[in-house]
């Protein structure tokens, strides 16, 4: 099993910026794929970042330029830095984690964090 926590969320004004956290315990070495997942007001959960074991990392189409990930392996923690920050950009953010496909797919992903909201006004 592998319990994931994230933190850092909180509330920004359109331009902001935040930097969330995704800690890792359990059975780390079986995974080969973090990614983080958000999941807006009546939408459904999209990808936004995956961060493979080889420290390839995919961004959605969306964020790319404004958000980075980045892992540090020591902590068994996840990182998502986020920039430029808009009001669509509000959401639950989500962890997961997986030792299969890293894949943008949230269906994929065994493991799960609780999430942390992020909230940003115009």
């Known amino acids: 099993q592998v319990q994931l926590v994230e933190s850092g969320g909180g509330s920004v004004q359109t331009g902001g910026s935040l930097t969330l956290s995704c800690a890792a315990f359990g059975y780390t070495d079986t995974v080969t794929c973090m990614a983080w997942f958000r999941q807006g007001p009546g939408k459904e959960r999209e990808g936004v970042a995956t961060?493979?074991?080889?420290?390839?990392?995919v961004y959605a189409t969306s964020v790319e330029g404004r958000f980075t990930a980045s892992k540090d392996n020591a902590k068994n923690t996840l990182y998502l830095q986020m920039n430029s920050l808009k009001p669509e950009d509000t959401a639950m953010y989500y962890c997961?984690?997986?030792?299969?496909?890293?894949?943008?797919?949230?269906?994929?992903?065994?493991?799960w964090g609780q999430g942390t909201q992020v909230t940003v006004s115009s």
């Open positions: 997961a984690a997986d030792y299969g496909n890293c894949l943008m797919v949230p269906g994929l992903f065994a493991y």
């Open positions: 961060f493979d074991s080889d420290g390839r990392v």
